[in-house]
């Protein structure tokens, strides 16, 4: 069985940087998309970006080049780092693996962490 | 970006129920749509995949359909551990897109 489980600081002060950890266990790394996606309070789902396991990555221009994903395929974790965080970066934020398949598709998704913004 | 819709926003439902979800896409993904049930507090779960594909341990009851731009999920008979929220994600280009949800409560 895959497990995805997100580690990392629930409370960022504003203008500095979150960071995350997803730790992956029962897979390799390999051959997959590695995914983080958020929510925040009240809104929908969307997507941060995604890491392949030779280093490639991809981000959603809503965050304005803020995001960073990083891979350790050794150790089977990803990372995220979101620079100058604000308010409106508050949220549960999930890491997945992206299956690429023809159709891509997230399974499985981790339980979430919730990150709150303020000093 | 893709902006994906979904119909209703909220459903209220009764055990037995057959239960009719849609979703939109603002341009043409083919068959590239998947569809996720979420509860409180808990991994966001994939019921189905590439529009019509059931995944694997996902409930008979639970059934996708369409291509193109419109697209449903329907859920034959609704039972207790169905009450949650729903969502339609395109992965036909990057960023990925989301519905906004469906949140299906018991009547």
């Known amino acids: 069985q895959v497990l995805l489980q997100e580690s990392g600081p629930g409370l960022v002060k504003p203008s500095e940087t979150l960071s995350l950890t997803c730790s992956v266990s029962?897979?390799?790394?390999?051959?997959?998309?590695w995914t983080w996606i958020r929510q925040s309070p009240g809104k929908g789902l969307e997507w941060i970006g995604y890491?392949?396991?030779?280093?490639?990555?991809k981000y959603n221009p809503s965050l304005k080049g803020r995001a960073t994903i990083f891979i350790d395929t050794s150790n089977n974790q990803f990372s995220l780092r979101v620079l100058s965080v604000t308010a409106a970066d508050s949220a549960i934020y999930y890491c997945?693996?992206?299956?690429?398949?023809?159709?891509?598709?997230?399974?499985?998704w981790g339980q979430g962490i919730l990150v709150t913004v303020s000093s | 970006d893709i902006q994906m819709t979904q119909s209703p926003s909220f459903l209220s439902a009764s055990i037995g129920d057959r239960v009719t979800i849609t979703c939109r896409a603002s341009?043409?993904?083919?068959?590239?749509l998947n569809w996720y049930q979420h509860k409180p507090g808990k991994a966001p779960q994939l019921l189905i995949f590439?529009?019509?594909s059931l995944q694997s341990g996902v409930p008979s009851r639970f059934s996708g359909s369409g291509s193109g731009t419109d697209f449903t999920l329907t859920i034959s008979s609704l039972q207790p551990e169905d009450f949650a929220t729903y969502y339609c994600?395109?992965?036909?280009?990057?960023?990925?897109?989301f519905g906004q949800g469906t949140r299906v409560d018991l009547k």
């Open positions: 997945a693996r992206d299956i690429p398949r023809g159709v891509n598709w997230l399974d499985p």
């Open positions: 029962g897979a390799s790394m390999r051959n997959y998309y």
């Open positions: 890491i392949y396991h030779n280093g490639n990555s």
């Open positions: 341009q043409n993904i083919n068959i590239y």
């Open positions: 590439a529009a019509s």
């Open positions: 994600q395109q992965s036909y280009t990057t960023p990925r897109t």
